[in-house]
């Protein structure tokens, strides 16, 4: 089953603008990562934000984590036409005990109009 | 290509017949991860390997698949008597032992007619 949920399903914005895209989950982690997903190809790895961590950045990119909430949050900014793909979240709960505990969530779909 | 590669990158293939797809990691990569996404979904895990050790399977993995790691090198998928609902995507991913990142393959589209 899957774990996250991300919010909204679909997002359609202009180029240039900023996109922002939620993703919650249903227990603790160790930490959550963001996956993009052109049309018809494997997921590449975007960024990871481990539990003790807040708020990460990288190029356009920023994520936020709020463990109290199990939620988490990716802004893209300045987005591109480029930037048109599926997103989604993946949370890490693996531990020696109950092994492998890496679970995607549904996606958003993200739609920059050039 | 240094990369996670998938082969073949699609399959069409009657209901009732065997279908074995086929994952070749990134070379120093000990886990190699089996995962199943359908239309809008994300993906599912199916399996996981750590060198030749198939340590822990889905439910989603009937008696019907079957994975193996023979050298803890490439990997294959088997799906006997495929079934309609058996169409979707099929990905592999790679990582280190403890590493959190999971590389992926372009994956291999089935669709069983």
């Known amino acids: 089953s899957q774990q996250g949920e991300e919010d909204p399903q679909a997002l359609s914005i202009q180029e240039g603008e900023n996109a922002t895209m939620n993703c919650s989950y249903k227990?603790?982690?160790?930490?959550l990562q963001w996956y993009r997903q052109n049309s018809g190809r494997g997921l590449v790895h975007l960024i990871l934000?481990?539990?003790?961590?807040r708020e990460k950045h990288s190029g356009r990119l920023r994520v936020t984590l709020d463990t109290s909430k199990k939620s988490s949050s990716l802004l893209i900014t300045a987005s591109r036409a480029a930037d048109t793909a599926s997103y989604f979240c993946?949370?890490?709960?693996?531990?020696?005990?109950?092994?492998?505990?890496?679970?995607f969530g549904t996606g958003t779909s993200l739609t920059v109009i050039p | 290509d240094t990369g996670v590669s998938q082969d073949p990158r699609h399959k069409i293939t009657k209901r009732g017949q065997n279908v074995t797809f086929r994952c070749d990691p990134i070379?120093?990569?000990?886990?190699l991860y089996w995962y199943r996404q359908t239309l809008g979904q994300g993906p599912e895990f199916l399996t996981y390997f750590q060198n030749e050790a198939q340590l822990e399977k889905s439910r989603l993995l009937s008696d019907r698949f079957s994975a193996e790691r023979p050298k803890g090198s490439f990997s294959t998928l088997e799906i006997q008597r495929t079934e309609q609902g058996d169409s979707a995507m099929y990905l592999c991913?790679?990582?280190?032992?403890?590493?959190?990142?999971?590389?992926f393959g372009a994956g291999t589209r089935l669709s069983v007619l």
């Open positions: 991913a790679s990582s280190f032992i403890g590493g959190s990142i999971q590389y």
């Open positions: 227990t603790s982690i160790n930490n």
């Open positions: 934000i481990r539990s003790n961590e």
């Open positions: 070379s120093e990569h000990n886990r």
């Open positions: 993946a949370t890490d709960a693996s531990t020696v005990r109950a092994g492998n505990q890496f679970y």
